[in-house]
């Protein structure tokens, strides 16, 4: 696929294999939980599809910032399932971050397309369309233009959908009144959330080692490490920038991008008892 947005979902790799069962099972037992616990089937249902959706996103999202380890995409999905007990996540804002995270790390070794600044910018006016859309959409732009600085070759194109999806949001966010309150302290879980999200997005920064891993495309090469750091960034950047759009309400809808930091940094943490080796800071 000529597209720098897609990434195949092979069945043979044990990965795609584990998020395929984790998605589905993770809606049916939220779901189930939900109905249980009193809810009708109109709260049930969104909830547990809620659940499956946002550990599919974290283990997407953890999947472009740890490239050479699949381990952290699968943590990242099963800690993102049970979180949205606090809090409702957001999907469609941690979706387009994603995109985003991949064109910045340059995992599928393909250049942007012309389609691909389409899909940025209708993707970036349906977000800004909600709540927090805006904040994610900033973010985003922000990390589009950090393509463009990274990968010359499409500088033109990718700052020509920062314009776009800049003006996109602008416009739609208007029409749809959405306007920035500012930070607040959450209470309860979000505060635990914000604060350890908080934590874990430094400690990924810091425990990034050199990144191995091929591209997608046989003549993409292997995937630069300082890439990957910068969408660790961006993803981080993103998961706290609804708390400083909305203030409180605006630290449950990141709940897969915090995942899937924290499965960067769980998987680090890991790795080394499973191969039986002393933990060093890369």
Same mark, same amino acid.
Request: charged share 10%; no cysteine.
């Given at each position: 696929?000529? +597209?720098?947005?897609?990434?195949?979902?092979?069945?043979?790799?044990?990965?795609?294999?584990?998020?395929?069962?984790?998605?589905?099972?993770?809606?049916?037992?939220?779901?189930?939980?939900?109905?249980?616990?009193?809810?009708?089937?109109?709260? *049930?249902?969104?909830?547990?599809?809620?659940? !499956?959706?946002?550990?599919?996103?974290?283990? *997407?999202?953890?999947?472009?910032?740890?490239?050479?380890?699949?381990?952290?995409?699968?943590?990242?999905?099963?800690?993102?399932?049970?979180?949205?007990?606090?809090?409702?996540?957001?999907?469609?804002?941690?979706?387009?971050?994603?995109?985003?995270?991949?064109?910045?790390?340059?995992?599928?070794?393909?250049?942007?397309?012309?389609?691909?600044?389409?899909?940025?910018?209708?993707?970036?006016?349906?977000?800004?369309?909600?709540?927090?859309?805006?904040?994610?959409? +900033?973010?985003?732009?922000?990390?589009?233009?950090?393509?463009?600085?990274?990968?010359?070759?499409?500088?033109?194109?990718?700052?020509?959908?920062?314009?776009?999806?800049?003006?996109?949001?602008?416009?739609?966010?208007?029409?749809?009144?959405? +306007?920035?309150?500012?930070?607040?302290?959450?209470?309860?879980?979000?505060?635990?959330?914000?604060? *350890?999200?908080?934590?874990?997005?430094?400690?990924?920064?810091?425990?990034?080692?050199?990144?191995?891993?091929?591209?997608?495309?046989?003549?993409?090469?292997?995937?630069?490490?300082?890439?990957?750091?910068?969408?660790?960034?961006?993803?981080?950047?993103?998961?706290?920038?609804?708390?400083?759009?909305?203030?409180?309400?605006?630290?449950?809808?990141?709940?897969?991008?915090?995942?899937?930091?924290?499965?960067?940094?769980?998987?680090? !943490?890991?790795?080394?008892?499973?191969?039986?080796?002393?933990? +060093?800071?890369?």
């Amino acid at each position: 696929m000529a +597209s720098a947005l897609t990434r195949t979902l092979e069945p043979g790799i044990t990965s795609n294999r584990f998020i395929m069962v984790v998605t589905p099972l993770a809606s049916a037992v939220a779901g189930l939980g939900a109905l249980l616990t009193g809810d009708g089937l109109q709260e *049930a249902i969104p909830f547990g599809l809620g659940s !499956g959706g946002v550990a599919f996103i974290a283990w *997407a999202a953890a999947r472009e910032l740890d490239p050479d380890h699949p381990l952290s995409a699968g943590t990242a999905a099963l800690i993102a399932a049970p979180l949205v007990v606090i809090g409702s996540p957001d999907l469609l804002g941690p979706g387009l971050v994603v995109l985003i995270g991949r064109l910045v790390a340059g995992t599928t070794g393909r250049l942007p397309t012309r389609a691909d600044v389409i899909v940025l910018v209708v993707g970036a006016g349906l977000v800004a369309y909600r709540d927090v859309g805006p904040a994610f959409v +900033s973010v985003a732009t922000v990390g589009v233009i950090a393509v463009a600085v990274l990968e010359p070759r499409v500088r033109g194109r990718m700052l020509l959908a920062a314009a776009g999806m800049a003006g996109s949001a602008a416009v739609i966010g208007w029409l749809a009144g959405r +306007s920035p309150t500012g930070p607040a302290t959450p209470g309860g879980g979000a505060l635990v959330l914000l604060w *350890a999200g908080g934590a874990v997005a430094m400690v990924s920064l810091v425990v990034l080692g050199r990144v191995v891993a091929h591209a997608d495309s046989a003549s993409g090469g292997f995937v630069q490490t300082r890439r990957v750091r910068v969408a660790r960034a961006t993803v981080a950047a993103a998961a706290v920038a609804p708390w400083l759009w909305v203030g409180a309400a605006g630290v449950t809808p990141s709940i897969a991008l915090w995942a899937a930091l924290a499965g960067t940094v769980a998987g680090w !943490g890991v790795r080394p008892l499973l191969n039986r080796r002393p933990l +060093s800071v890369p």
